[in-house]
């Protein structure tokens, strides 16, 4: 399931990736509607359908893009008429230099929502999960200079790798959780709430 694979993938991988082609996929594995797409409001996305394709309807596309604007997020849109699931050589030598034209960069903002167990975060802050709590737990991330607010709903925890492996910090950082002062001295791993102790 290439395409549909490549949307279902990102959006519960936003921190893996440079930027992403969906080509003649749907929303299949991952809905629209559920928030999902707040997770790549910053990965540069480009979608690529034909508006003939008999096997995947091109209204699947226009769901993606509807996502992702809600969230700010402004994909590159090639829809070609006439064209029907096949790619070809000219659009997929076109799509490779779009990709390369980017570098994979942790954003300064950014937030994630957990729709299941194996994905519960992003940039090293992963959520522990609790369903009879929220079966979809998010958390919002802004990082000013060397002081990290993170606002949580739906989790009773959270494990943070300040370092190279997370947010890639250096020196002496102070980490706000929910509004309190959670955590302040070097870069380390630490775990905030309930979750103590507990590692993804």
């Excluded at 707040?38 to 508006?51: E, Q, T």
């Excluded at 699931?85 to 980017?102: F, N, P, V, Y």
């Excluded at 079966?135 to 060397?146: A, L, M, W, Y």
């Excluded at 606002?151 to 492996?165: A, D, I």
Aim: aromatic share 10%; hydrophobic share 35%; with cysteine.
């Amino acid at each position: 399931m290439g395409g549909g694979g490549t949307w279902q993938n990102v959006i519960r991988n936003p921190d893996k990736w440079a930027a992403v082609c969906i080509g003649a996929g749907g929303p299949w594995y991952a809905p629209v509607g559920a928030g999902l797409g707040r997770n790549v409001a910053y990965v540069p996305v480009r979608i690529w359908h034909g508006d003939a394709d008999g096997t995947v309807p091109v209204s699947d596309a226009y769901l993606m893009e509807k996502e992702l604007r809600c969230y700010g997020n402004e994909p590159v849109m090639r829809i070609v008429k006439g064209a029907g699931h096949a790619w070809s050589e000219d659009e997929i030598t076109a799509t490779r230099k779009w990709l390369l034209q980017h570098t994979r960069k942790r954003p300064d903002s950014f937030a994630f929502m957990c729709d299941d167990n194996d994905h519960r975060g992003a940039w090293g802050i992963i959520m522990s999960q609790d369903p009879a709590i929220n079966p979809t737990p998010s958390f919002d991330c802004r990082i000013v200079k060397s002081t990290v607010y993170i606002r949580s709903q739906g989790t009773p925890g959270l494990y943070v790798e300040l370092g190279e492996k997370g947010l890639n910090l250096k020196g002496p950082v102070t980490v706000y959780w929910n509004g309190e002062k959670a955590y302040e001295g070097p870069v380390k791993e630490i775990s905030l709430g309930s979750g103590g102790g507990w590692r993804p």
